[in-house]
């Protein structure tokens, strides 16, 4: 008898965690709520190593909801 393996790939990125959520969560009612504290994230003007970066500050909540149209 063969051995099966799971042909899932495994989430090696951000990206990838938050579209595998998404989808997960999509039609259920859900959401998620983050909390920052001070939290500073260089956001890129391009796709490109050196393309300038503008400075994001975040202090407060933020919740992310899904919905199935």
């Known amino acids: 008898m063969q ?3 799971d042909k899932r ?12 959520l998404y989808g997960f ?10 909390r920052f504290d001070d939290m500073t994230i260089g956001v890129p003007s391009a796709a490109r190593p050196e393309a300038p970066h503008a400075t994001w500050r975040l202090s407060g ?3 992310i909801r899904t919905t199935e149209k």
């Open 3 to 5: 051995n099966t393996t």
């Open 9 to 20: 790939a495994e989430t090696t990125t951000w990206p990838e965690l938050a579209e595998g």
């Open 25 to 34: 969560l999509t039609g259920r009612g859900a959401s998620i709520e983050y």
């Open 61 to 63: 909540g933020l919740t």
